[in-house]
């Protein structure tokens, strides 16, 4: 396995253009769809103008209800994915170190794997009722596995003249794993974070909107779906707070990945997508 | 020298695997797969045989020949349920797949041969992919209905985004020269697309497209448990609703089966299209 | 009935110039290059490190536009990559398409072309016997060594049939014996199909040892600091052409020239 180092810093210019053309390509699309909203095109049910949806959604903050909603959605995401990392860290760090360990486990991880965490919210539904700990056994479920895969992944390739070196200035055992093992594997970890993050908010905002529930964004867009009279209000009101959850998941999406780059990025060759 | 005597020991350390007979490696193979799932199944199967009925976790073997019979006990079953609620799923899932990964291929393409495309269309995929695929379910039976094509048009929606992230950076990691190799050869435009392009981003686009298959499945079954009159995620739902733990068992290892079929088939497929890769790589 | 005595050029460059981006941190690459080349020679493009020798190789092959001047080959002035032109890179492992074997490698610059399957397999099979690489038609990019993939990318510019050949510092990533032998095959090339080779190096001993004709960039702005007539026994060979006392003295001149960055001594 070859390690390429961080790519270096891209030239000033044609980082500028690049956000000129996005932000060009951002004000036409908006543009175009408030045109085509406001002109009739499209019925304005079905396509609301672009700037009332960005009025709605930002207005939606506004309402203590959305705000509660927000709060129970990121409790649990970060509920959820603190016990996933305290889970398939030690599970992952376990395999990448004993083989065969791994493939005795191999055959069951692969048979739960492709089990769509989704499917498992009747029966959990049943077994938990409409809880947090509900959310949280399908969160876990779904977040687990980048994070463990990642960190056995990291763990696995740790460079074996690295720990040979270590041992030949007298480090042993544990010391090899603290000061070899671990700052090697820490950039596949937080890779594996970063997607288990996404992950897990998906599945949160998912679990939510279907097994219904008080609270949580999920249960938001259900409630509005069915509390307006006219068509277009309820859509209205759904789009913006469908695009207030894509907001959020990105805004932590980027904070992690600024996290990612700046204290992990020496090591650039993590999996990504597992 | 620790450099080559490290060497040394890997390469007898190679040498030790492979000159270990290969039926006994893959005699132990199989028995690290079998063993451990039997195990568990062998203890579940015991444990509910010998409690009292526990509500929450039927026998194992309980739940296969449900599932059996469910789907093939009768003539009339499979009529019912096979074609009608099984494959339906299936059909749904390839559909959506299939469309949202001809889109994400297209966009994908334009966006990682064109540097000004990508740069204009990028902030504006990172948003809407960050908008949880299944949070858009309601959006879409607004504006579509409950009926089918909303289902696969649901489908291919979330699918897509997998698809076109995956190919726009595998398009974009066709190296440099191979782009000026078929420019001086005076290839056409066309043949360049299909014939370097494409295939060197193969390996990528496929990466996507596996995930895509494992975003279909969790998207038709998400969108038949909210609204549906048939398919398995209904099945499961009307199981529940009438706490038929049996059945839900049942349907949940359908989902299961599919889930592995899906994803065994991709991987034999990947392994005939980018066996090139595979070997590459290992000798790299 | 009077000889036409003036046999047109295979390739002139008429003052070309380049520079990459504008404003103050424009870097001008070439300045003001002029040379021709007549059918069948063997030029040698040598100079200093720096942007300018793949930059004149890119313009020449018609993937880059100049700022200035233009390119002109067998007498028309090109727009894009002219026909009957082919070049060897000098990243080889990157130059083969993976996915393909070797043949269809060799086969690829015929994709499109009107040949006949028999056609295209004997040139094939020819192109592959020309470099030394016969048997290995089946095998795939990975599984050869450095020196046999850049003998693959040859023998698929052959199969392409050019009457003007660049090669871009093809011997760079290739260690010094296996750049002997495939030195002499590059001159054998030119023996048995007599096309036009324009060949890009930074090594000045094997610039000369090519070469008819050495062409010596001074750095950029990349100037052309001598259009230098190598007139060396032939056939070339690896030990008794470089103890030649003319090689020692053209390759010292060369040397020269590029150490004082392009000055005449």
Do not use: C
């Not at chain 2, 733990?245 to 065994?264: E, H, K, Q």
């Amino acid at each position: 396995m070859t390690t390429t180092a961080a790519p270096r810093q891209t030239r000033r210019s044609p980082r500028v253009g690049a956000i000129w053309r996005g932000v060009a390509g951002v004000a036409g699309l908006a543009i175009i769809l408030e045109i085509v909203s406001r002109s009739g095109i499209v019925d304005q049910k079905y396509l609301p103008p672009f700037s009332s949806v960005i009025v709605r959604a930002f207005t939606l903050w506004g309402d203590e209800t959305f705000r509660a909603d927000v709060g129970a959605t990121l409790l649990t995401y970060l509920l959820g994915l603190l016990i996933s990392i305290v889970i398939a860290v030690p599970l992952g760090a376990l395999f990448g170190l004993f083989n065969p360990v791994y493939r005795a486990a191999r055959a069951l991880i692969e048979l739960m794997r492709p089990i769509p965490p989704v499917a498992l919210i009747p029966l959990v539904l049943l077994m938990l009722g409409n809880g947090l700990e509900m959310k949280l056994v399908i969160v876990v479920f779904a977040a687990v596995w980048p994070i463990m895969f990642n960190t056995l992944y990291g763990v696995h390739d740790v460079d074996p003249l690295a720990k040979d070196m270590a041992r030949s200035f007298g480090i042993r055992g544990f010391g090899v794993i603290r000061r070899i093992v671990v700052p090697s594997a820490a950039p596949f970890i937080i890779t594996g974070i970063r997607i288990s993050s996404s992950i897990a908010l998906i599945v949160v905002i998912t679990v939510e909107l279907i097994a219904g529930g008080a609270q949580g964004i999920g249960a938001f867009i259900s409630r509005e779906k069915g509390s307006y009279v006219d068509v277009g209000e309820t859509y209205l009101s759904v789009l913006a707070a469908t695009i207030m959850a894509g907001i959020i998941g990105l805004a932590i999406n980027l904070l992690i990945g600024w996290v990612e780059r700046r204290y992990f990025g020496w090591e650039s060759t993590a999996r990504d997508g597992v | 020298m620790t450099d080559t005597s490290t060497r040394a020991l890997a390469a007898q350390a190679t040498r030790a695997t492979t000159t270990r007979p290969r039926w006994r490696r893959a005699l132990v193979s199989i028995a690290y797969f079998v063993i451990p799932i039997a195990v568990v199944i062998g203890i579940w199967q015991l444990v509910t045989m010998l409690n009292p009925p526990a509500p929450f976790f039927p026998q194992p073997f309980a739940i296969i020949a449900n599932l059996w019979d469910l789907m093939f006990g009768s003539p009339k079953a499979v009529q019912q349920v096979f074609y009608g609620e099984f494959l339906q799923t299936v059909g749904r899932m390839a559909l959506g797949f299939a469309i949202g990964a001809v889109w994400g291929v297209v966009v994908g393409t334009i966006m990682g041969l064109w540097r000004g495309a990508r740069e204009t269309i990028n902030p504006i995929v990172e948003f809407l992919r960050s908008i949880p695929a299944t949070a858009t379910l309601p959006l879409f039976i607004i504006l579509l209905g409950g009926g089918n094509d909303m289902r696969v048009v649901f489908i291919a929606y979330g699918v897509s985004w997998f698809v076109l992230i995956n190919t726009s950076v595998g398009v974009g990691s066709v190296h440099k020269t191979l782009l000026d190799v078929g420019k001086v050869f005076r290839i056409s435009l066309a043949r360049r697309l299909f014939r370097i392009v494409l295939p060197g981003a193969m390996p990528k686009i496929f990466a996507g497209l596996r995930i895509a298959s494992t975003a279909a499945l969790l998207l038709a079954i998400v969108s038949e448990f909210m609204l549906a009159t048939d398919g398995v995620g209904y099945m499961l739902v009307q199981a529940q609703g009438r706490f038929q733990l049996l059945n839900m068992w049942s349907w949940m290892l359908a989902l299961a089966i599919l889930g592995l079929i899906i994803n065994t088939l991709l991987e034999w497929i990947e392994g005939r299209i980018l066996g090139w890769h595979r070997q590459s790589k290992s000798r790299a | 009935m009077t000889e036409n005595t003036t046999v047109q050029a295979a390739l002139v460059v008429d003052h070309v110039s380049h520079v990459y981006g504008s404003g103050p941190s424009a870097h001008h690459a070439i300045s003001d290059l002029a040379f021709s080349v007549q059918p069948g020679e063997f030029v040698s493009i040598v100079g200093p490190s720096g942007a300018g020798k793949t930059t004149l190789l890119r313009t020449l092959a018609g993937l880059l536009k100049p700022s200035e001047g233009a390119v002109i080959v067998d007498g028309n002035r090109i727009t894009g990559v002219p026909p009957g032109m082919a070049m060897v890179f000098q990243d080889y492992s990157r130059s083969l398409l993976p996915w393909l074997t070797i043949e269809k490698n060799v086969g690829f610059p015929l994709e499109g072309k009107k040949v006949t399957k028999a056609e295209k397999k004997a040139i094939i099979q020819e192109s592959l016997e020309a470099v030394g690489l016969g048997g290995f038609a089946k095998r795939y990019p990975w599984q050869l060594s450095g020196g046999m993939q850049q003998r693959v990318a040859i023998a698929r510019a052959l199969a392409y049939r050019p009457s003007l050949l660049l090669m871009d510092e093809p011997f760079a990533s290739v260690d010094a014996q296996t750049r002997e032998g495939l030195e002499d095959l590059v001159l054998k090339i030119r023996d048995t199909y007599g096309m036009t080779i324009l060949f890009v190096t930074h090594d000045i001993d094997e610039s000369v040892y090519l070469a008819n004709r050495v062409l010596v960039l001074s750095r950029p702005p990349a100037r052309l600091a001598e259009d230098i007539v190598v007139n060396l026994r032939e056939p070339r060979d690896q030990i008794t052409t470089r103890e030649d006392p003319e090689f020692i003295r053209l390759r010292g001149h060369v040397a020269r020239l590029i150490h004082s960055g392009g000055k005449p001594e």
